[in-house]
């Protein structure tokens, strides 16, 4: 049974994930419009090879967003990352439809409204084939 539940929920995070716009919910209640997460953000993230993948800064009042991956700014040749902005989520959501294991390591949004500056890192695990089929039958 918590198998079945584990697949789905891998089969139907793929297409909400974009489709949905992840970061379009905000969970943090708040009026005010400075610069701040509208989500909690997510220090750890895991991914499965050659499957979709998403990470995430959710963050209002900004006037830009970059990214960076071990320090390398966006856009990232292949042997960087395969991982590519969203445009429609604001450049709050990275994404890869396959991803690799090379896409693993730290991933650094730099926020930045006329006054401040703020970053968060996510430091994303892309698990191989072997990995995952072990850790699904774990949690069965
Ligand atoms: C936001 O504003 C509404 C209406 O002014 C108020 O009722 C609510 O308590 C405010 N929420 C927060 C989190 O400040
Ligand atoms: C920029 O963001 C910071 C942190 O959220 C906030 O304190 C500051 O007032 C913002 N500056 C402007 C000009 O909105
Ligand atoms: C989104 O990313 C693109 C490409 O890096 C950049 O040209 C654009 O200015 C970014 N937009 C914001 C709001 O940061
Ligand atoms: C990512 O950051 C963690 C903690 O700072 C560090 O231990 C790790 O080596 C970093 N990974 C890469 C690929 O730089």
Redesign the pocket.
Known sequence: MRWWLLVLGLAASAPSALSAGYCSVHTFPTNSTWMQFTKEPVPFEYGFEEKFKSIHCCVKGYRSIEWFK??VAYPWSAGVSNLILYPEAANQTLYTRRAARAD???YTCRLSNETHVETH?V?LDILGGLRTSVLITNQS
């Open positions: 071990d320090g693993s390591g730290n890192t430091r």
